[in-house]
C-alpha cells in the first residue's frame, strides 16, 4: 500500500467518524452552554427591563417579561433538542438569534472609535470594551450545525432514515414480519 492509497483509507475513516462524532461534539457543548444560561434565567430575576433599550428592533419592543420568557425558555428547549439532535436547524437558527441580539444588548462594545478598540472586546473578561469572544464563538459552533444538520447521532437522522423508506419495506434495522 502506498502513501496516497494509505492517506485515502485514513481520511475516509475520519470523513466516516466524523459524520458522527464532530457535529454531535458541537452538540454537546452548545446544549450544555445554553442549558446553563436558561437554568441562571429560570432561577434568577429579570434584569432585561434594564437592558430594553439596547435590543435591536424588533426585540427592542416586546415587553421584557416575555423576552425574558422566551429568552429562558428558547435556551433550555433548545439545549435539550440541539443535546438530542431534535430540530436541529430550527433551534440553531433560534438560539444563533438569541445570541446575535444578546451580542447587541450585552456584549457589543457601548462605544468605539477604531478598530483596534473594538478588538479589545474580544475577551473573556470584560474590561469596558465588550466581551463578546464567547457569543463569537457560539455563533461559528452553531454554522456546521445550521448548514449540515446534526449529523447521524441524532434523531433528525433516524427521522431521515425513516421518512426515505419505500411503502413496503418497513423501518431500518426493524424486523418485518412475513
Known amino acids: 500500500m502506498n502513501v496516497t492509497n494509505t492517506w485515502s483509507l485514513i481520511t475516509r475513516n475520519l470523513e466516516r467518524t466524523g459524520a458522527y462524532i464532530a457535529p454531535l461534539g458541537l452538540r454537546i457543548v452548545l446544549a450544555w452552554e445554553f442549558f446553563e444560561a436558561g437554568l441562571m434565567k429560570l432561577n434568577g430575576s429579570n434584569w432585561f427591563s434594564h437592558i430594553m433599550d439596547d435590543f435591536p428592533f424588533p426585540f427592542s419592543v416586546i415587553p421584557a417579561d416575555i423576552s425574558w420568557n422566551l429568552a429562558t425558555y428558547s435556551e433550555l428547549v433548545g439545549a435539550v433538542a440541539i443535546l438530542l439532535g431534535f430540530g436541529t436547524r430550527f433551534f440553531s437558527a433560534t438560539l444563533i438569534i438569541l ?24 475577551t473573556i473578561s470584560d ?52
Open 99 to 122: 445570541t446575535l441580539v444578546a451580542t447587541a444588548a450585552v456584549h457589543w462594545p457601548s462605544e468605539w472609535h477604531s478598530i483596534a478598540e473594538l478588538l479589545q472586546g474580544y
Open 127 to 178: 474590561k469596558g470594551h465588550g466581551n463578546y469572544k464567547l457569543p463569537v464563538l457560539y455563533l461559528v459552533m452553531f454554522l456546521p450545525l445550521l448548514f449540515n444538520g446534526a449529523g447521524k447521532l441524532s434523531i433528525d437522522y433516524l427521522c431521515s432514515r425513516w421518512s426515505r423508506r419505500t411503502p413496503g419495506q418497513g423501518y431500518p434495522g426493524v424486523a418485518t414480519a412475513a
